[in-house]
């Protein structure tokens, strides 16, 4: 998730040059509300955002301890990659075009089509009966996702004044908790007694809670004075992303020289695209802005790429259980929260930068960690330490990036930049789960026995050195995370690149003391 803009019309605590910076709790106005967040006033908004923000995390755990039965019922494990890629690749346009959408007509209309195109989405994947088929429904739920991320920030930078900010993204990360908890038992149990099928067509049922407590509240925002048409240039370069990454994608599964075709086409889309899409200087990391956006790619990506193969590797290798596999993931989730809550500490805040860097080295190291369950004799609960490491570390990193984009980000080109944010998350994660996907294939990954019952594998029809590439190529991606978090502090000038590519500058904000948002 991405930070959000934390200053309004009625809410910029920006101070005037050459006066002493007023911390923005001094320059908010009063809490309106005596009971924060939950008082009668925010109640019903702040239980819908939690109930959207648990949907979507209770469908991200699911998903990733019933991929290994669908892969074998669907005989598409070389496809196993792309089911997650899918979801991300189509989020990315659709982040765009929440964010064109939101700033133009509010957050209603793209939050509600993005949670009824969420659901739909499940349902095509749940019924599914081929693995091309499943994968398109995860674009669909993509597609939804995308849409529901930028307009839950928009809502919360609008409905919110700025002394509750902090609070409500801190929910966001709460409402990780109980899902990352259940969601590896309930899917584990689900897939393994009525079928994984209904992992997927039982969520769409839930959707209706959050659209019902919500919509009362939301019709109260006011209406967003902006362009009135959108930036039609900014979704195109988008769009062109996601179709790029997709042939990309589509190539790296091939093994004849057709795949030069869908290569070269995908380049040529997605290289210049990107380029005009983040903020200017992000693949040198270029300090300050660039190197936040960048940073939140890397680690978004190496996570999730070393995690869409723990569940895999652990019922093949090793021949646990769905439901076990599924497990040694939840204490990553509730870790997450627990880096999330420690960044937030104002006496942490002249470190920011130092935690985001110590965040992406825990998480280097315990992504090396995990493959040594491959050699026999290694206990299989290690796995789930090194998770709980990863998970603290990206726990720091991801909720300090957050804080820091809200630092260098002046009130007119905050919103890009969290979309910017947002779009290095979703490119980062089809960067490295394809990559992870074509090592994994390479390296003899689809040698596995997809016939074999989805809870009791033979751990001698498996590749461990597929999986042995994946983790130590995403540790190295981690690293590379940890050399950037050297360069997160803008240059003496005091200026940053604007998020949109047409090379402007803006002024950073003074210097705040703001209370750091925990979220996921």
Known sequence: MTAVDPRDALDDPRPAPGRTPVPAQAAAPPDPSPGGVLGRRYRALTLGIISVVSLIAFEASAVNTAMPAVGQALDGIELYAFAFSAYF?????????????????????????????????????????????????????????????????????????????????AAFSAAWVLPVIVGPLVAGSVTEQLGWRWVFLSIPVLVLLPLTVMLPALRKLPPRK????????RILLALAVAVGAGLL???????????????AAGLALLVPAVVRLLPRGTFRAARGLPSVVLIRGLAAGSLLAAESFIPLMLVTERGLSTTLAGLSLTGGGLTWALGSYT??????????????????????????????????????WIVAVAWVVAGYGMGLNISSGSVLLLKL????????????LQVSDALGNITFVGISGLLFSAFGGGAVDTHATPDVTNAASGQP?????VFVTMAAVALTGSWVATRLKPAGDGRAPAARGGGRTAPVPGPRTPEASAER
């Open 226 to 233: 902006g362009e009135e048409r959108m930036d039609r240039r």
């Open 409 to 420: 980000s002046p009130p007119e080109e905050a919103g890009s930049n969290s979309a910017s």
């Open 89 to 169: 690749t189509a989020s990315l346009f659709a982040m765009a075009l929440s964010g064109e959408w939101c700033d133009r007509g509010g957050p209603l209309a793209p939050l509600f089509t993005g949670i009824a195109t969420f659901g739909a989405g499940l349902v095509v994947a749940g019924s599914a009966q081929q693995m091309w088929l499943f994968v398109a429904g995860r674009g669909v739920q993509g597609i939804g996702g995308g849409l529901v991320i930028v307009a839950l920030y928009v809502v919360v930078s609008r409905a919110y004044p700025e002394a509750l900010r902090p609070s409500v993204l």
């Open 343 to 380: 960044q937030s500490r104002p006496r942490l805040e002249p470190y920011r930068e130092r935690i985001m860097g110590i965040g992406m080295v825990l998480m280097t190291a315990a992504i090396l960690i995990v493959p040594l369950v491959l050699v026999p004799g290694v206990p299989v």
């Open 249 to 263: 994608q589509y190539a790296a599964q091939r093994r004849d020289w057709i795949a030069v075709l869908p290569v």
């Open 465 to 469: 050195a597929a999986f042995a590439a």
